[in-house]
Nanobody, 125 residues
Framework: QVQLVESGGGLVQAGGSLKLSCAAS????????IGWFRQAPGMEREFVAG????????YYHDSVKGRFTIFRENAKNTVYLQMNSLKPEDTAVYYC??????????????????WGQGTQVTVSS
């Protein structure tokens, strides 16, 4: 099974930008839907953005629309999350995963597998 590795997190001031990367280890995920999720301390893991492999349709949580962009570079076997205009409430560990179970809707973490270790994003006010 493909395992994913997230990178690109860090500490940034409010209004700043970060670009997260999600790379596949042990295989390719170019034909899979990919989702980005985040989890803040004491909170449940929540959907942030997703990209559908069949037609590159994009999905976003309302809280990040207009600020975050998900895109993929198949030649690099990587999916990115460009995050602009960051807010303190975006602080969380960010994860990417492969959608493996179509019985669950795209925003449900149960639809996904291959979770990586995550990358910490901290936005200071």
């Amino acid at each position: 099974q493909v395992q994913l590795v997230e990178s690109g997190g860090g500490l940034v001031q409010a209004g700043g930008s970060l670009k997260l990367s999600c790379a596949a280890s042990g295989g390719t995920f170019n034909n899979n839907d990919i989702g980005w999720f985040r989890q803040a301390p004491g909170m449940e893991r929540e959907f942030v953005a997703g990209i559908r492999a069949a037609d590159n349709r994009l999905y976003y949580h309302d809280s990040v629309k207009g600020r975050f962009t998900i895109f993929r570079e198949n030649a690099k076997n990587t999916v990115y999350l460009q995050m602009n205009s960051l807010k303190p409430e975006d602080t969380a560990v960010y994860y990417c995963a492969v959608r493996t179970d179509l019985h669950f809707l795209y925003f449900n973490p149960r639809a996904y597998a291959g979770w990586g270790q995550g990358t910490q994003v901290t936005v200071s006010s």
